[in-house]
């Protein structure tokens, strides 16, 4: 066989194995993004890989929240010392992402749901700029340089925007990343559905959770939510509820875990305020209560309810 | 005086000739469209707010491709003519080894440049296509990326002088792309320690050089307002001083090598 016919059939071949990948893609998609659905555990190398992107992309939406701003855990005495930057990641965090419409308002109540990714709820401890202010600066010039080319605060310490649906492509791309990232659905339906201007897409992307997450009670949690505040379907809230409750694990719970299990039971409560019927929901609250102790919004649907 | 420009404009052309030839940089534009096409493939499906996740992933294409570029070509420039033997004629010849030093950082900083521009154009036109287009404070990011360039090219160069190329690109490219970690750990330990530990730390930390700060992606990528003009200059300045240091130091090791 002589050099030139040779050198062709490899040509051949490389475009041949090329055309074979192309191919073959439908077959691997499968691989990057499981057509099982379920709880199955997701073993090996890769699969850790894409538990790790996961992770980076969430930590990532912290800073994208902040306007690229980067923070840290506040060390002892910078409440005071760093006062005009530390702040806490709680509810009224929460209320500047999505401030509920009057309409949409729980008498009473202050919504439950998540805080800002990256952060679990009662941060006691609160955050600081990772980029520390020029009276605490050891450098100087370098200091101001820094301060003047990263992200970094305004003069008045606040930080410079907060545009939450910016985060969205994080949130898409952690769940195609790890479909068992529970959290990217839950906290992702809650920016998807900018206070029920984009419930059904929401929806959509928390059914999708459910589907991977068939026994994730968090996740049923989010769903009675979006159908009672939003939708103001309460079967369906009620239904979804009341499956997140018998999900929930006979285990100490993490503290997100612990909050959405009070949520859960709250929204449940609501649910049958909301749907006229009363005893149910006095009824409910009780056994609630006595599951998890006082409650400032179960007592008060037992008081407001009962009278009634 | 004049001469010694002549020598530098002649093997600044050479390197600049020699480089466009092998036409590696056409690959690494090639790749950019790649890596920036995957990133856009996001806006197809559908998915809100994908403007900062745009920009974001772009400007770090475009950071980590022009710092390859730069890097592998300041570190080959002089490996490669000693171990072609093509540097004995051209050391025969009454030029000095600073001025062959200059000629080859000039070279690999303008290609460098010229590929950022590059880059920056395909870059420009990818989020303009999604609707993510940049303010102006992309120009001032284009300006901070090409000054760096400065001290990371000298610095490779003089590193490709006492270490080999592989390991040349290691370094260099671990000390640039680990930057804002490597000195953000060491800020932090200052304040950690006391008495003479931290004097010397804080020493280091001053001469070491800090590449971070010429890294505009982040503000670039959230469409902050432009910087005041004052940080240009004095990180154009801060740039000069390290090319300043690290040719020199490139200079001495040159002088000394027996070629």
């Known amino acids: 066989m002589n050099e030139r016919l040779r050198t062709r059939l490899q040509f051949a071949a490389l475009v041949g194995c090329l055309l074979l990948l192309g191919a073959s893609g439908s077959a691997l998609g499968q691989y990057v993004r499981p057509n099982a659905p379920g709880d199955r555990e997701l073993d090996g190398a890769g699969w850790e890989g894409r538990r790790l992107l996961a992770q980076l992309l969430w930590v990532k939406t912290h800073s994208v929240l902040h306007a690229g701003v980067e923070e840290r855990d506040a060390r002892p005495g910078e409440a005071k010392t760093r006062a005009g930057e530390f702040h806490q990641h709680g509810g009224a965090s929460q209320q500047e992402i999505e401030t509920p419409e009057p309409g949409h308002e729980e008498p009473g109540h202050e919504e439950p749901g998540h805080d800002e990714p990256g952060h679990g709820g009662h941060d006691e401890e609160g955050h600081v700029f990772v980029i520390p202010p020029a009276r605490e600066d050891f450098r100087g010039v370098l200091g101001d340089l820094e301060r003047a080319v990263k992200p970094y605060a305004g003069t008045d310490g606040k930080l410079y925007s907060k545009d939450s649906s910016q985060t969205l492509p994080f949130y ?7 479909p068992h990232f529970i959290q990217g659905y839950t906290v992702g339906s809650t920016f998807i559905n900018k206070v029920g201007k984009e419930t059904h897409a929401a929806l959509q992307f928390l059914l999708e959770g459910e589907r991977f997450n068939p026994n994730s009670f968090e996740i049923q949690t989010e769903l009675g939510h979006l159908y009672l505040v939003y939708e103001h379907d309460y079967a369906a809230a009620e239904k979804h509820l009341q499956r997140a409750i018998s ?45 998890f102790g006082p409650d400032a919004t179960l007592d008060h649907i037992i008081e407001r309810q009962g009278k009634k | 005086m004049k001469e010694r420009l002549v020598h530098i404009q002649v093997l600044t ?117 999604f609707k993510a287009a940049i303010g102006p404070i992309f120009w001032q990011y284009i300006a901070l990326r090409a000054l760096s360039f400065g001290p990371i090219a000298a610095m490779t160069i003089a590193l490709s002088l006492v270490l080999s190329p592989a390991a040349t690109v290691v370094l260099s490219g671990l000390l640039t792309f680990s930057a804002t970690v490597f000195a953000r750990s060491m800020a932090a330990t200052v304040d950690g320690l006391s008495g003479v530990g931290q004097w010397v730390l804080k020493a280091l930390y001053f001469l070491l050089p800090h590449l971070d700060l010429f890294d505009l992606s982040q503000r670039t990528a959230y469409n902050y307002p432009p910087m005041q003009l004052w940080v240009v200059g004095a990180l154009a300045l801060y740039a000069l001083l390290y090319v300043g240091i690290f040719l020199g130091l490139g200079e001495l090791r040159f002088r000394r090598m027996a070629v």
Not at chain 2, 30 to 58: H, K, N, P, Q, Y
């Open chain 1, 172 to 178: 898409r791309l952690m769940t195609w990343a790890d």
């Open chain 1, 247 to 291: 999900l929930l694990p006979h285990r100490k719970l993490t503290e997100l875990e612990d909050e959405a299990r009070t949520d859960a039971y709250r929204w449940l409560a609501l649910d049958y305020v909301q749907w006229d019927k009363p005893a149910e929901a006095v009824r409910f609250s009780r056994r609630a209560r006595a599951q």
């Open chain 2, 13 to 129: 052309w050479a390197t600049l000739v020699e480089t466009v030839r092998r036409k590696d940089l056409y690959v690494v534009w090639f790749l950019a469209v790649f890596g920036m096409g995957a990133g856009a493939m996001l806006a197809g499906s559908g998915v809100r707010g994908i403007e900062t996740f745009l920009r974001d992933i772009t400007l770090t294409v475009i950071n980590f491709l022009s710092t390859v570029i730069c890097i592998w070509l300041a570190a080959r420039q002089l490996p490669e003519e000693l171990s072609r033997r093509t540097l004995f004629p051209l050391l025969a010849r009454p030029v000095r080894r600073f001025d062959v030093l200059l000629g080859k950082f000039i070279a690999v900083w303008l290609l460098s440049t010229g590929a950022l521009l590059v880059l920056s154009g395909i870059a420009w036109l990818n989020l303009a296509m």
